[in-house]
């Protein structure tokens, strides 16, 4: 038996709501596991670089990463997302929660256009 500090209280891998209150932070997914919960079946869990906690990732913000990354979650790492803490609504009430965004791409350059010549050359042979 030991004291309070010995066990692992409030120290879970998994980011959760509370520890966003407010916050919005930008990540890059290192890694996406996946995890079985007993009660809720295999969830994907990300993993981001730099960051020791992970987030499980709900229905949402799944559809939210497919959307802007890929149906796969196998090509979600090394992309760039960003966590906000908000209010949703959930069963009829507010509730904390850790909302998902996928940044808008830069558009992709178009290429240059070729640069011509004012004149046109004379074909005289």
Known sequence: MGERS???YGTS??????DMIGKTIKVIISD?????????GVKPVLSFE???KVLVVNATN??????GISNNTKNWPGHSIVLKG????????????????????AP????????????IPSFDP
């Open 6 to 8: 010995d066990y692992a």
């Open 86 to 105: 908000e209010k949703v609504r959930f069963k009829g009430r507010l509730v904390d929660s850790i909302k998902v965004v996928v940044p808008k791409q």
């Open 108 to 119: 992709k350059q178009q290429p240059s256009e070729p640069e011509f010549e004012d004149e």
């Open 62 to 67: 799944f559809d939210t990463l497919a959307a």
């Open 13 to 18: 891998r998994y980011l959760k709501a509370e």
């Open 32 to 40: 996406v596991e996946d995890v079985q919960f007993d009660d809720k």
């Open 50 to 52: 730099n960051k020791d």
